[in-house]
């Protein structure tokens, strides 16, 4: 095993080369590989969905569903691309999937009983701050369904995830200027959303 | 103040600020606006929910025993999947690449059957008119080969006439040994007699012949003619003394009529 436990996507501990080996092997069947992958990048992942989620539990099934979905298409993976890209398109995906899943909860039930169904009691810190913190993502998730596709996918890679804009217009083939220009007025839909949202509880 | 304008430029202090760029003054602007504008405060505070935890932290942050968990619990579902996995001999999932790479073999096996079936049709057609001219070839020959040996059938009779009339004028007498003899190099089917002289040496021989002769010669066919094999075969048939002596100017005279 060539990893490092807990390195994380955006390390350098692991390079891109010895993740590529390990999914080759892993790719031919070689289930020490695939263990070997799951146990560097696991703990990044977790974080990565935590940003989608602000709930540990949910972060830690969607991650499970990311090795798994990873152990079944695995040799949809180009190896002459980055196997961490790869990676982190397949588990980000999972992630929209479980936002989408959300708004449709919310769309059916709306109101107290969808953030319900989006609470998790689970965390450290203080409870009711954590409480309010989680109160307030689940509210963010929900109206994030009611951008546009492009102000959504940015908002999501630029703000969510904290990526950097030029790489984000880069992978999405924007110009930067129209990302930045879709992200500002994401970002003003969505705050006035929220506050509407915030008004009528 | 335009307030679109100030949002505008609080969007990119925004952006300024989580990079890490902004000054302690854009920050003081940022905080005013967002005093004054309760949507800019909402995305600040949005930014500021967002950008609580660095990854780096919210890797720190992941509880003990998730990241360890992960692996046995792929593996323990990976195992209940292999037990209820059913044969995937039909199953095309995850093979999606056979499905047209089977559509274009089923494509190719039927263009190459319609290649095929019309090759066939046209070597099918091809062989009718071929049968039909070997036939009409055959009919051709066969009338071709009829003429043929008639013809050859008179050349024939003619050489043998004249070979076995030259050879019988060598000789005053010649036995009836070596008459058959001399007949024989003739071919069997040239006619050495002609129907008239056929007649004329039954009726002759008829006169002067042993009695056996009389039967033997009154059987033979004379339609058209006599061949040498038919005489060999009378003067073998002969019942008479094969030493038996002939004149070859009585053979010659009745053989020139």
Known sequence: MCGVRGSGIGSKMVVDNDLRVLAIACRDGDRRSYEALVNSETRALIAFAYRYTRDWELARDLTQDTWLKVYERIHRWDPTKSFRAWLLAVHRNGCLDHLRRAWVRYEATPGDEAMEGLRSVSGDGNPEEELERREFHERLVTVLGELSESQRQVFVRVDLEQNDQQEVADALGMKYTTLRTTLHFGRRRLAALLRSMEEAL | MN?????????????????????????????????????????????????????????????????????????????????????????????????????????????????????????????????????????????????????????????????????????????????????????????????????????????????????????????????????VEILESLDVDREMTLRTSRILGLIRG
Not at chain 2, 84 to 105: E, I, N, S
Not at chain 2, 124 to 130: D, I
Not at chain 2, 138 to 145: D, G, N, S, T, V
């Open chain 2, 3 to 231: 307030k679109g304008i100030d949002c505008d430029v609080f969007q990119d202090q925004l952006d300024a600020l989580k990079a890490g760029s902004l000054s302690d003054e854009g920050m003081a602007q940022l905080r005013l606006h967002s005093d004054s504008c309760s949507e800019c405060a909402m995305s600040l505070r949005v930014h500021e929910h967002l950008t609580a935890s660095t990854s780096a932290d919210l890797e720190m942050a992941v509880p003990d025993g998730f990241a360890d968990s992960i692996w046995p619990g792929v593996e323990a579902e990976l195992a209940v999947r292999r037990s209820q996995r059913p044969d995937r001999r039909w199953d095309l999932r995850g093979r999606a690449w056979l499905l047209p790479v089977m559509a274009a073999a089923m494509l190719a096996l039927a263009v190459a059957s319609g290649l095929v079936f019309t090759e066939l049709t046209r070597v099918k057609a091809r062989e009718r008119v071929l049968a039909q001219t070997v036939a009409e070839q055959q009919r051709w020959l066969a009338e071709l080969e009829e003429r043929t040996s008639a013809n050859t059938n008179v050349l024939a009779a003619g050489l043998a006439s004249r070979g076995w009339a030259r050879a019988l004028t060598r000789r005053e007498e010649m036995s009836i040994a070596e008459l058959g003899e001399l007949l024989r190099r003739v071919p069997a089917r040239a006619t050495v007699l002609t129907t008239a002289q056929a007649e004329t040496l039954m009726g002759v021989v008829s006169l002067w012949a042993p009695p056996g002769w009389k039967q033997a010669i009154s059987e033979i066919e004379v339609g058209d003619g006599v061949r040498a094999g038919e005489l």
